[in-house]
């Protein structure tokens, strides 16, 4: 019996040491971003990401439940303050707010997001003009705080979020290159 205590002392003590050492080195704060070229003006691009109501027009979540998720949109139709809150039992989709909290017209759009207990975020969408039409960066930033086991997961969130953000600019892409063929 005092060989089991053992063992159970000794793996404690492992996995303490494992959160130390994930605290001491691993990064607090995670960012991720993608860019896509999108063959329009800025100006073209602009009206589908600076208005939440439009949003999931492009969003790589928005197939995930869409019978399911109840959106709701307050504040300002533009601008800082708008506001959509979204709700599905979808492990993929959940709960949260999402409100622009930064606001510089045809160039960029910054927003919180909010996933009550499971924290908050940035993200951001820059527009910048290129040869091929618009350079578009969508990026993501968190603060895992001090929790190491958070940390360990910040590890894998580019594969995670870096995958959706790039299925979205797809699908912004798609969308606002077939509008302007479709208006042209």
């Keep these: 019996?005092?060989?089991?205590?053992?063992?159970?002392?000794?793996?404690i003590v492992i996995a303490l040491a494992l959160?130390?050492?994930?605290?001491?080195?691993?990064?607090?704060?995670?960012?991720?971003?993608?860019?896509?070229?999108?063959?329009?003006?800025?100006a073209g691009v602009w009206p589908f990401v600076s208005d939440l109501r439009r949003f999931n027009d492009w969003s790589p979540w928005a197939g995930y439940d869409p019978d399911g998720t109840t959106y709701v949109f307050e504040g300002p139709e533009t601008g800082i303050g708008q506001t959509m809150r979204w709700s599905s039992d979808?492990?993929?989709?959940?709960?949260?707010?999402l409100t622009v909290v930064s606001y510089d017209p045809g160039r960029a759009v910054e927003m919180r997001l909010d996933f009550g207990q499971m924290g908050t975020a940035e993200t951001t969408i820059v527009l910048i003009p290129s040869e091929g039409g618009t350079e578009v960066t969508w990026g993501f930033t968190t603060d895992l705080g001090t929790n190491p086991v958070a940390r360990w997961f910040g590890l894998m969130f580019d594969r995670w979020v870096g995958n959706d953000y790039?299925?979205?600019?797809?699908?912004?892409?798609?969308?606002v290159e077939e509008t302007k063929d479709s208006a042209g």
């Design 90 to 97: 979808h492990p993929n989709v959940g709960s949260g707010t």
């Design 19 to 42: 959160a130390a050492i994930g605290l001491a080195i691993l990064p607090r704060t995670v960012a991720v971003s993608r860019y896509a070229i999108i063959d329009a003006p800025p």
């Design 1 to 11: 019996m005092r060989w089991l205590i053992r063992i159970v002392v000794v793996l």
């Design 166 to 175: 790039e299925t979205g600019l797809a699908n912004l892409k798609a969308l």
